[in-house]
Each structure stands twice: as structure tokens, then as C-alpha cells.
């Protein structure tokens, strides 16, 4: 009895702590991070293995908050034991009671959503847009099987959250997976933020659910310290066999547990001040005179340090070739060719990438046979390495970092019009500062036959905008990549393995002819002139620069000096591009494939910036297409045929 005393007192503690640090801030969700005020307590204090010395230990359990606006209830934990805080590993101090006062402020590390990138690196990513984390949390539990590693992942999700479509991908992925290692806790408090959850989201339906999905569902009173600690000793053992089903909690909880003042519908984010705030507090001290009476001076809890972790060696061996790649898998014969798909050249250097590397992951959504993860995935010594996400985008791309947080550098591909169903999970992982790589095959029009549906359209403006901002490191939020041929894929694919941040890039159906040679160095940021002049500039990535050659050629022929410039990459080099700029009269014509607001949009804005005087002419896609045969045809439908950029070429000079 003494134990669960003394788990009600830290437990009322945290609340108390939870009322208090929100009402200081003026903002933020006490009534909700009550309900989990019991959970979290005996996750910190008593359950998890971890040092608040080092909090983001790589052997460590971890938590992962997907219910993330309920995170003063961790805070108040982490300040209670003391875990180190700050965005530099090298300067982190111990968080006190003191520092509660500073949640929401700015530059404090209690931002008001779980954020590691802010400075609290108990937690591995952000959260706090529903339905998020339980797919990080599997992420990380792969991480762990791939390791080696007994670590176990708990996540807290919301019921409301609950039906978020995402969970219901989590839980099939974790279900399929038999990730035993890692528990999903529903905290069932009955409210969302604007009155009762459905009967959907009830205790008794979503264990019906659970069950259903496969999972070992134990229902449990979520204010229960017995309850609790019986329900995380059975996950304790089922996760040692990997065999079993596994396993989801159920928890009943109020919302404003201990303060009923603070309860019901009307409470969500909602800081109780003033007089509310004594009347709350003062509950709070009835319940614990009512739940502490035997508690006693000796009472205390120990937290398991987490194992001791073997030290993993750093960097990548030297990538070969891409003609070394294509010989060691007996595709000589393609080189001779001259042509090969975009895509497909992804997929050679990613089974290059997993030979020299072994963090290299690499997951799909159910088109690894024409993204070519499948390159990687059919080779046997890099199949446990790849995960096959299937028909959810969303959770692939969580899962993703996740993996990432545990030291992995993921590949996530898919076709890069189902890249958009996962434009929110994007956000949150740039957020989280995740080392995430993420290709989409089959963009842009070319992909002719299967029509619109199937088409990357606004994906190069969405993640254009990621281009404009930087990131927590200082670089740019996202490196937005277009190559034109297979050479430039093979070494893009590379560099993006190489660099620790986002990047988006785009791979083509079709084969192209090859521009480059394995001569031709790529880097983040850098663009290729391919032809010199002096009358205009042609600005092209991908399959344009292929019509914009033959442009240079029609325009050669009128009496036209072209310049064309492979810009491959979102950022670039905007100073180096404004001289080219000048040297051809300040013509441009920026040439894509895609709806306006990418390419055409970066060069207006670094003409702008410039001050000088220019022109800038922008071909893109101006109409929603339709299916057509071939390329070729869909791009004369769209009036981005090689006669096209000459005719707008001619009219710009005319003009001039």
C-alpha cells in the first residue's frame, strides 16, 4: 500500500506542478495532462529505463507523447528528477521546479508541444498534430529489432486522437511487425477539445478495436497505481518474446483528475487563474490527504539505468561509381544503351548506399517495384533492412523518424503524388530536426498514360516554400532535388545519405538519355550550366532539361544563343545565377513540369532580390491534364514541347 501512496503523491505532484506552470504561462492543457498525471509518474519514476543524466541515451526506454499538448505532466516529472535540458549536448543544465515558470517563453526548452529540437531531448520528435506519434514510436521500436536492442517504447495517445486515420495505420504496421517492444497506452479521459468523444472512441470500442487488429488489450483504471504497474510489468514480459501478439493498454482517466472544479467539457487548453486556480489546487491537497495516508519517509523510487551502449562506428565507406554500381549488378549493357530512368538509378544507388553503410533503411508504400526500393529490398544481405510500409504514407514517413531519432538514415519512397498525403508528417519531421530522405517517383507530367490522379503536380512549390526557411541547424528546411538523368540521380542519392537534415526528391518514370559521366561532382545547393550563351537563359531540372536541349538546338538554328542551366537543386546558388542572368541580358525562362511555384517562383524571387533589371518568362503546367499517350504528347497538351519554349523564347526577345 505504501507503494501506491507513494505513487499517488508524485502523481498529485504532478499535477499541482501542471496547474500552476499553465496558469504562469497564460496558456496550455492542465485538465489534460492531469489524466496522464498517474501514467507518467510511474513511467519516470518507476518503470522506464533511462538516466536523467542523459536523456536521450541511445539504449534508453523512451516515451513518446503523441497526445502532445498534455505535456506539462512530463515536464513537471523531468523537473522533479532533474533531467539535463539544452539544445547543446556540450552546455545542458538540470531542469528545476524554478524553470516551469519559463513553459511557452521564448527560448525556453518547455515549448508548448513536445519539441527535442527545442532543447528537452527526452523526447525524440514533435508532437502535438494528432496521431502522430504512435507511428514514430514503431519507428523506433524497429530501430531497436534492427539493433539488437531490448529498449521498449511506450507512446500515449489520446482517444479523441484516436481517430486520427493514422493510428489505424500505426497499429496494422505494429501488428503486422509483431512489434512486441513497443505499447501503445490510450488515455481515455471521454473529452476532446470541443465536448465528449463518439462512443467510437470509447474504452470498450477501442479495445474492441485493438483486439480486432490483432493486439493483447488490457483495460485498465488509468488512476490506478496497481492497476498500472501490473498492466507495464506484463508488457515488460511479453516484450521479450518477440512470437507474441502485442500489446495495447487501455486506460480509464478523467480529464482534471483530482481537481473537479477543473473537469468536464470547457477545460480544454484552458488554464484554470485566480481563484480557479486555488480552488483546483486546494482539491488537489484533499486528494492527497485522502490517497497518502500511508505514505512513509522511506518511500522512494529507483530508476533502472539504461544498458551500457556499445560504441557504433561513424560515416560512410566510399560510395562506388555509378558505372561500378551498374557492373557489380551485371548492368553493363545499360551504360552502352546511353538511357535509363531516373527512378531506376535510385535504385541502384541505394543497394550501393546499404553496402557501405548500415544505418541505410529504406522503406515503401507498396510501389517498391516501380520507385526501385526493390533494388535494395532483393538484395539478401540488405532485406531485414527494409521496411514495406504498404498503402500508408502518413505512417511511413512517422515511422521513418523514428527511425531516424535512433540513428538511422531513412529512404522513404513512394510515388511522389502520394508524397502530398503526407505533407503534415513532413512539417513535423522537419520540426524534429529528422534525418529524413524522401523520394517520389513518376513526377511531373510525363508519366502521360495514368493522367492526373497519379501526377506530382504542386509538390515542387509545397516543398519549395521548406527552401526559403532555415532549420535549427541553420540549413535550409528542405533540399528540393531534380535530376535529369540517371548519373545525377545515382550521386544525389549520395549526397542526400551524406547530409543530416530533410530532403525531397523527384525521380522520372521515363528512361532518359545520359547527360553526365561519373566525372561530374553534385553538391546540395549547386546548379550545371550545360550550354553557354548569351541571348537568354533556360532554366530547367528533370525531364525539361532534356526538351529544353532540344529547344537549344531549334533556337541555335534562328539565329538564338541559349544558355541552359540544370538547376537541380532548391536552394542554389542564387549569386552565381544572377551573373549568368547578366551576361545574357537578363532573359529568363524557367522551365517545369509541374504547376507554378517551384522552380520559376525561386528564380523570380533571387531576380527580385537582386535589384537588377530582368525578364523572366515562366512555362509550367497552367491546366489540370489530362491522360495522353505518350510524353511527348502531354507535353505539347500543356504547351511544354521543345517548340513551346522556343516560341516563348523568340516572344521574349521580340519583345525585348
Not at 525556453?108 to 527526452?122: A, K, Q, R, Y
Not at 481563484?275 to 500511508?294: G, H, I, P, W
Not at 526500393?373 to 527494409?386: G, M, N, P, Q, V
Not at 536552394?571 to 551573373?579: C, H, Q, R, W
Request: glycine content about 8%.
Amino acid at each position: 500500500m505504501s507503494f501506491e501512496a507513494a505513487m499517488h503523491a508524485q502523481a498529485i505532484e504532478l499535477d499541482r506542478l501542471s496547474l500552476t506552470m499553465t496558469a504562469e504561462a497564460g496558456s496550455g492543457h492542465p485538465s489534460s495532462a492531469m489524466s496522464i498525471g498517474h501514467l507518467v509518474a510511474m513511467l519516470m519514476f518507476h518503470t522506464m529505463r533511462w538516466s536523467p543524466d542523459y536523456p536521450d541515451y541511445p539504449t534508453s526506454d523512451r516515451l513518446v507523447l503523441s497526445e502532445g499538448h498534455a505535456v506539462p505532466a512530463v515536464y513537471a516529472a523531468a523537473a522533479k528528477l532533474g533531467v539535463m535540458v539544452g539544445r547543446d549536448p556540450a552546455s545542458r543544465k538540470r531542469l528545476t521546479l524554478a524553470d516551469l515558470s519559463s513553459l511557452r517563453v521564448d527560448g525556453s526548452p518547455l515549448d508548448g508541444h513536445p519539441n527535442p529540437m527545442e532543447g528537452f531531448p527526452f523526447f525524440d520528435a514533435a508532437t502535438g498534430s494528432l496521431g502522430q506519434g504512435l507511428s514514430v514510436a514503431a519507428g523506433l521500436a524497429e530501430a531497436a529489432r534492427l539493433d539488437s536492442l531490448d529498449r521498449r517504447i511506450y507512446c500515449i495517445v489520446g482517444d479523441g486522437e484516436s481517430r486520427e486515420g493514422q493510428i489505424a495505420e500505426a497499429l496494422d504496421f505494429i501488428a503486422e511487425r509483431r512489434l512486441t517492444n513497443v505499447l501503445p497506452i490510450f488515455n481515455c479521459n471521454g473529452y476532446g477539445q470541443a465536448g465528449r468523444v463518439a462512443e467510437q472512441q470509447s474504452p470498450e470500442r477501442l479495445a474492441a478495436k485493438l483486439g480486432a487488429a490483432g493486439f493483447h488489450v488490457k483495460t485498465i483504471d488509468g488512476h490506478s497505481p496497481k492497476e498500472i504497474k501490473a498492466a507495464f510489468d506484463e508488457f515488460i514480459a511479453r516484450s521479450a518474446q518477440p512470437d507474441t501478439a502485442p500489446m495495447a493498454l487501455v486506460a480509464r482517466t478523467v480529464k482534471g483528475w483530482g481537481a473537479p472544479s477543473v473537469q468536464g467539457g470547457g477545460w480544454h487548453g484552458k488554464p484554470a487563474t485566480g481563484d480557479a486556480l486555488q480552488k483546483a489546487l486546494a482539491e488537489l491537497d484533499e486528494r492527497r490527504v485522502e490517497l497518502t495516508s500511508a505514505l512513509t519517509a522511506s518511500d522512494a523510487f529507483t530508476i533502472e539505468p539504461p544498458a551500457q551502449a556499445a560504441p557504433r562506428e561513424q560515416g560512410f565507406g566510399d560510395l562506388p561509381s555509378f558505372a561500378e554500381a551498374m557492373r557489380s549488378m551485371d548492368m553493363e549493357s545499360v551504360l552502352h544503351a546511353g538511357r535509363l530512368a531516373t527512378r531506376k538509378a535510385y535504385g541502384v544507388a541505394l543497394r550501393a548506399l546499404g553496402r557501405v553503410n548500415d544505418r541505410v533503411v529504406v522503406l515503401d508504400a507498396d510501389v517498391s517495384n516501380s520507385t526501385y526500393a526493390e533494388t535494395f529490398a532483393k538484395s539478401s544481405e540488405l532485406a531485414d533492412r527494409f521496411v514495406e510500409c504498404r498503402i500508408a504514407e502518413q505512417n511511413m514517413i512517422s515511422v521513418a523518424v523514428g527511425l531516424a531519432a535512433a540513428g538511422k538514415v531513412p529512404f522513404c519512397s513512394t510515388f511522389a503524388k502520394f508524397v502530398t498525403r503526407a505533407y503534415d508528417q513532413i512539417e513535423m519531421a522537419i520540426n524534429s530536426g529528422a534525418n529524413l530522405k524522401i523520394v517520389g517517383s513518376h513526377a511531373g507530367i510525363t508519366l502521360a498514360a495514368d493522367g492526373p490522379s497519379q501526377m506530382a503536380l504542386p509538390d515542387v512549390a509545397w516543398f519549395r516554400a521548406w527552401t526559403t526557411m532555415r532549420d535549427h541547424r541553420g540549413n535550409p528546411g528542405c533540399y528540393v532535388l531534380q535530376p535529369a538523368d540517371a548519373y545525377a540521380a545515382y550521386a544525389l542519392t549520395g549526397v542526400m545519405a551524406e547530409y543530416e537534415g530533410a530532403c525531397y526528391m523527384r525521380t522520372l518514370r521515363a528512361d532518359t538519355e545520359f547527360i553526365y559521366s561519373d566525372d561530374q561532382v553534385f553538391n546540395l545547393g549547386g546548379f550545371e550550366v550545360l550550354n553557354e550563351g548569351r541571348d537568354v537563359v533556360l532554366c530547367a531540372a528533370g525531364y525539361m532539361v532534356h526538351e529544353a536541349n532540344k529547344a537549344i538546338d531549334l533556337l541555335d538554328k534562328a539565329g538564338v544563343n541559349a544558355t541552359l542551366i540544370d538547376l537541380y537543386s532548391l536552394p542554389f546558388d542564387a549569386d552565381k545565377l544572377l551573373d549568368i542572368v547578366g551576361a545574357n541580358n537578363g532573359y529568363v525562362i524557367t522551365l517545369e513540369d509541374n504547376y507554378g511555384g517551384g522552380i520559376g517562383s525561386a528564380v523570380a524571387d533571387a531576380l527580385v532580390a537582386s535589384g537588377d533589371a530582368f525578364t523572366l518568362e515562366q512555362l509550367h503546367v497552367r491546366r489540370i491534364p489530362r491522360s495522353a499517350r505518350t510524353p511527348e504528347q502531354i507535353l505539347a497538351q500543356c504547351g511544354l514541347t521543345a517548340q513551346d519554349i522556343v516560341a516563348a523564347a523568340m516572344k521574349l526577345l521580340q519583345v525585348a
